[in-house]
């Protein structure tokens, strides 16, 4: 039969030991609350800027109960610690986006590439609806209105590269299938790759409208 001693010892190691297993760093514990109270309006790349109070414990075993302003980022939560304290939390929980940024002030007609590019963190609040936010969004594309060094692009601000300009001479393709025709022709419009474009035919002097499939080269489909 198996000692009084020995049960107490193995009830101290059930009930003792896996507070100090469960103790978390207390910003990972605010973090975590601060995410669900955001919800799945939360981007998934948003990181979290979190104060404490002065003196605050770094770590506790859970949260028992958590506030928080989405607005401003102030929270106020009660943190277990491992010797069953509680303490009281107060401070901010900004939520943050990693945002591209140009390096240089660019100017329309500048085609962007990675060496243009920077990263700035910015409070989610200042994160408008039409702010690129992934650099691979911005990578290639033509600068439509200057862009201020170190300042978020918004989406008006760039476009598609332009491969025909308004005036240019352009070849006009048709093909549908059965029958391949070409003929020279001239763009009544800027277009970028797969955008529609007015042109003039040269040779029969009517307009049409066509797609830009590369540069010079627009195709009429019927």
Not at 15 to 40: C, M, Q, S, Y
Not at 49 to 63: K, Y
Not at 119 to 128: D, I, Q
């Amino acid at each position: 039969m198996k000692s009084f001693l020995y049960y107490v010892t193995i009830a101290l190691f059930v009930f003792v030991l896996p507070g100090a297993l469960l103790a978390e760093d207390v910003k990972t514990l605010i973090e975590e609350r601060a995410r669900d109270k955001f919800g799945a309006e939360l981007p998934d790349n948003a990181g979290f800027h979190i104060t404490t109070p002065d003196g605050a414990p770094s770590e506790a075993v859970m949260l028992s109960a958590f506030w928080m302003d989405r607005d401003t980022g102030r929270y106020l939560a009660n943190a277990v610690l491992e010797d069953s304290n509680v303490v009281r939390l107060e401070g901010l929980a900004i939520a943050t986006l990693n945002v591209p940024v140009p390096l240089r002030r660019m100017l329309p007609g500048d085609r962007i590439t990675d060496e243009d590019l920077g990263v700035v963190k910015l409070p989610l609040a200042r994160v408008g609806v039409f702010t690129v936010t992934e650099a691979r969004d911005l990578v290639g594309m033509q600068v439509k209105r200057l862009l201020t060094q170190g300042r978020p692009v918004m989406t008006q601000s760039i476009t598609k590269p332009v491969i025909i300009d308004r005036g240019d001479r352009i070849s006009i393709r048709y093909d549908d299938g059965l029958l391949s025709l070409s003929a020279p022709g001239k763009a009544l419009d800027d277009a970028h790759m797969g955008q529609e474009i007015r042109i003039v035919n040269l040779v029969s002097n009517t307009s049409l409208t066509g797609v830009a499939v590369e540069k010079g080269i627009v195709e009429v489909l019927r």
